[in-house]
């Protein structure tokens, strides 16, 4: 790494306040193990979980809801799980991008990157998908506790607080 992306890092909080979205018409929060997979890494990592919610996959509440912790003072970061297939109920994807101020193309060409080592050409089937919206950054993971596992730790926590120390200013 560059000598200034540490520098840069190196500004960044440690300590993030996380929202943590699951989008499901069928998980519970005794289900959802990818949501709780999330919250443990974010907390471990030394991230405040703020909120936790799981919603059906429908636009328009999913919507409101991002709306609402885009407007939220006490979140810097919204993590969402589930959503990001290729089915007619698969919502996410859209909704989120309708919403995005700065999209991030890199967030979901490097989970592909990285789901394709691990599963071959299946990766092409997710829609990750990141960027901001307004000031808060949003990244949104497939709903499988692998994925989840593979975009936190490579991805996600090495950078967020970067991602949101960039989208302060």
Known sequence: MSQVAEEHRSQAPQSLRIAVLTISDTRTVATDHSGARII????????????????????????????????????????LTGGTGISSRDQTYETVSALLT?????????????????????????????????????LVMPGSRAAVE??????????????VQQARK
């Not at 991230?47 to 919610?53: K, L, N, P, S």
């Not at 080592?117 to 998908?129: D, F, K, N, Q, W």
């Not at 593979?150 to 991602?163: F, G, S, V």
């Open 40 to 79: 443990e890494l974010a907390e471990a990592a030394g991230h405040a979980i703020v909120e936790r919610a799981i919603i059906a996959d429908d636009p328009e509440p999913m919507r409101r809801l991002l709306e609402d912790y885009r407007d939220r003072a006490d979140l810097d970061a919204v993590l």
């Open 102 to 138: 700065r999209p991030l193309p890199g967030y979901g060409e490097l989970f592909r990157m990285l789901s394709f080592a691990e599963i071959g050409p299946a990766a092409m089937l997710s829609r990750a998908v990141g960027g901001l919206m307004g000031r808060r950054v949003v």
């Open 150 to 163: 593979l975009a936190m730790t490579r991805i996600i926590l090495p950078e967020l607080p970067h991602l």
